[in-house]
């Protein structure tokens, strides 16, 4: 089984984290041969969250609660509040990750919040555009392995920009490997288009898998 975990902070930014989540909750696109998904809510305590949209999350477990391993990817959403100290350890969770090649998915302020405790200074990622973490982290210093694309994969890092959230789930489920690559394809240009063509395309990989 492969657990998400998904950190909830406040101010999160509930839209940045909508599709990833309804793709791997329902597991309505995935590939008959795909392995069990669980999604977990993970936090500093275990306060109910209230979202940047209002929501109220309650957290399923707390950052020391994470396990670790290759049935394992967290996922970090932006936030006005990455600065806040209380969201340390959860930033050590993602260096462990990192370290043992576990994958990390991280979007707009969690991006800053990688770069502020120097994960991103070795590695491609992006951010919110080309000079934007240079004036939000002073230590940042990874500008020559900084890509002006919306979300960017690097081995087990994903990072994305606050208008890359799309893309940034597309690379998340190929990291999962749950979809059929071409099912992912076709969702993929469906949900960026609104082109018909390719829901029926989507619809079509699914039926022949049959």
Request: proline share 6%; net charge negative.
């Amino acid at each position: 089984m492969l657990t998400i975990y998904i950190y909830a902070m406040g101010t999160l930014a509930d839209w940045e984290i909508g599709n990833v989540m309804a793709e791997l909750h329902s597991k309505r696109f995935f590939k008959k041969t795909a392995p069990d998904v669980t999604i977990k809510m993970v936090s500093h305590s275990t306060a109910p969250i209230q979202t940047m949209g209002g929501l109220t999350i309650i957290p399923d477990c707390l950052v020391e609660e994470i396990i670790a391993d290759q049935q394992s990817l967290l996922i970090l959403p932006g936030s006005d509040t990455w600065s806040n100290p209380e969201h340390f350890p959860i930033l050590e969770k993602a260096r462990e990750f990192l370290s043992l090649n576990l994958p990390v998915a991280a979007i707009c302020g969690a991006t800053v919040a990688l770069a502020n405790v120097g994960l991103l200074n070795d590695r491609p990622h992006t951010s919110n555009g080309p000079g934007f973490l240079e004036m939000v982290c002073p230590t940042y210093i990874g500008q020559n392995f900084y890509v002006d694309e919306p979300a960017v994969t690097d081995k087990s890092l994903i990072t994305a920009s606050s208008t890359g959230a799309l893309l940034w789930t597309k690379q998340i489920i190929q990291q999962l490997d749950v979809f059929a690559p071409e099912t992912l394809t076709h969702w993929y240009n469906y949900f960026s288009t609104g082109d018909s063509a390719h829901y029926f395309a989507l619809a079509q990989s699914l039926s022949s898998e049959d």
